[in-house]
């Protein structure tokens, strides 16, 4: 009842990313289908050069979905935030089933049909289109079947680049850590997957009779038009005079750019389009710095080390000016900050702290032989974060560091997946799981002030993101963060609703 309640009171929304997810799977199968059928002609034409093609596509296919959309971000015309990477993606998953099947099907066609054709004084082009092709079809369409299916699956992951689609509900469901919200993806996302298998199981049986071979070329024809349509309206570019509001993939970073976008329409006349939970810093630095984004809140110790790969100062007000200088350089504005310091502290479980008497990361010597650690994969990676921690401590723990994602660490901690992490000073999962922060008595993690970044260019023709973005400013203290973060973690509220509850309260 739970999830009939999700799906009902967000209808609308579920209904717009349904038909998202549709387009980018119609759009992809169809790309894959034009070029792949070519390919799979030209394989069973040229055997040597369709063996290297079946290579290259096979390649395409075991690329993981997530390490494809990263590599794909940077290039030029077919990189950036949004639909664009993610068809360009989603293809080239969908072209082995179709290459393969195409040169199957045409390389089963009866040699003496094919003798036939060319005593009737056919052309290689006729024979192809008005021979080989009809009684490849069946096979063709089974190609296409497996395409789709898969394309529907890994669809899901477009939602980190901004794409939309039904993973928005997925990826929303684990930074809050809500079943009901995942299920409310995942549910429609499997639906959709077995709806299209058997739609198209029932098209090969019925081609395979021969009952609907005429009329499967306008049919597809249509299907084209109508996912044209669709991707017109699903997808339409934002209007010149549309402000792009940004965020990265866990709670707090999902609440603050609603913050923000919401700020933004209280201006009156501003057109937002959101972009929230995108891949990581890494996806939202890309996207302010080519105008996919236009502005999104990042923190000054991740933009100093992660981004620009400096030294950070410890102290707050140097790391700000650091960081805005580093900004200024390449076109983006860094301005005021909102008000809280949401740095990395180090958690363990409560029983264990009071059990083990652990009260800072010094005392971690005492475990660690023993301990396994689990962190995000950002923070592994980042020169601020596990490698730095070693080092600053002197700490050699009994197992490899595991990798999982930002929005798990902290359950995985309490069930005893892991033993020690790193999480944020605001979460509102420390006091709700029972975990011990550890003192920084180092003074290892820097300071983390979340600021707005906005792309200048955006601030001069958009006076109304500085206004937006200056009332804001200072606003919202470290234990505001928290219970905003408790709203939405906790008791599942809906991010929107606890940004305008917020903002009404600080009377904008």
Known sequence: MTLVRFWWSHRSETLALLEQHVVLVLLSTAAAVAIGVPLGIIAARKPRLGRALLA???????????????????????????TRTALVALS???????????????????????????????????L???????????SIISGVRVATVIGVGTATIAAAVGAGGLGEYIFRGLSMVDTPTILAGAIPAAALALAADGCLASLERLLKTGRVTAAFGPAAAAVVAIALVLSATAYARPGRGSVVVGSKNFTEQVILGELVAQSLEREGGVDV????????????????????LDVYVEYTGT???????????????????????????????????LGFNNTFTILVRGRDARDRGLRSIDDLAKVAAQWTPGFGYEFLQRDDGYRGLLRAYDLGFGAEAKAMDVSLIYRALADGQIDVTAGDATSALIDALDLAPLADTRHYFPPYDAVPVVRTASLLRRPEIGRALARLAGRISDRDMRALNAAVDLRHEDVKLVARRFLDQLGH
């Open 303 to 337: 933009a100093v080390t992660a981004v620009f790969h400096q030294e950070v100062p410890r102290d707050s007000e140097q790391a700000r000016e650091r960081a805005r200088v580093s900004y200024a350089a390449v076109g983006l504005t860094m301005t005021e900050p």
């Open 128 to 138: 192809l289109l008005l021979v080989e092709l009809p009684l490849a079809l069946p």
């Open 56 to 82: 290259v596509t096979s390649i395409a296919q075991t690329i993981p979905s997530l390490a494809l959309l990263g590599f794909l971000l940077p290039l030029p015309f077919v990189g950036g935030i949004g």
């Open 92 to 126: 080239a998953y969908a072209l082995l089933p179709i290459v393969r099947s195409t040169l199957t099907g045409i390389r089963q066609v009866d040699p003496a049909v094919v003798e036939a054709g060319i005593a009737m004084g056919m052309t290689g082009r006729q």
């Open 273 to 292: 389009v959101r972009k929230l939970n995108l891949g990581g810093t890494f996806i939202c630095d890309r996207g302010v710095r080519t105008g996919d």
